[in-house]
């Protein structure tokens, strides 16, 4: 019965069988953490409302914004699925249910952290860069019917895009890429050339403008 291994045998908490090391199972799951999660900022833009992290993000739905938030802040929680919930707001304080499931060597664990999440008033990237009058891509609206093309984008352009009239047409700045590339879709029935042109640079990568002249 008291062989060298007996000091392992029962479990070092509670005197059952220990199964992981000088644990049992249960309480093995009880010293072991699943994950572990520390209250953080989310960022609200002052000006166009849309929740982010102070870089790229731009959503406006706040789950959106909390479940990538949450999935980035979680710590030693690798393959953990996770559920969460607003459960209170008070102020600019949201309190945050986070519910995570996963295996802790090969048993598994479910486990309940509450957070505090703080929502913050901060100008989002790309108001800063529309504040700024800074354009990423131009639509040239030229030949007959300038008009009537524009026309057909004034519909769909997003916040920040600018329109200037010019001899001979208007010019359409956006602030993002993939924003004129969505508008130009509008106008496949005209032929567009697309060209780039070298403005500048920034922290070594090329500042490269697009431009899409349509006829
Ligand atoms: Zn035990
Ligand atoms: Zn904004």
Do not use: W
């Amino acid at each position: 019965m008291h062989s060298v291994r007996s000091k392992y045998m029962f479990c070092i908490v509670c005197g059952r069988t220990a199964t992981k090391g000088t644990f049992c199972d249960a309480c093995f799951l009880k010293h072991h953490p699943l994950f572990s999660l520390e209250d953080f900022i989310i960022y609200a833009c002052g000006d166009c409302g849309a929740y982010h992290e102070g870089a790229a993000a731009k959503r406006t739905d706040i789950d959106d914004v909390l479940r990538t938030a949450i999935e980035k802040h979680l710590k030693e929680g690798n393959n953990v699925a996770i559920r969460f919930s607003i459960t209170k707001r008070q102020g600019t304080t949201l309190f945050v249910t986070v519910t995570g499931t996963g295996f802790l060597s090969g048993l598994r664990k479910t486990e309940t952290h509450a957070i505090k999440v703080r929502l913050k008033k901060r100008t989002c990237e790309r108001c800063i860069r529309i504040a700024g009058g800074y354009y990423e891509a131009v639509i040239q609206l030229r030949g007959n019917e300038p008009e009537k093309m524009l026309h057909k984008l004034e519909g769909s352009l997003p916040k920040g895009a600018r329109i200037e009239r010019i001899q001979g047409g208007y010019n359409v700045k956006f602030v993002a890429k993939n924003e004129a590339e969505r508008a130009i879709k509008g106008l496949k029935q005209y032929t567009i050339k697309r060209s780039f042109k070298l403005v500048g640079e920034k922290k070594g990568k090329s500042l490269i403008r697009n431009f899409y002249s349509v006829r």
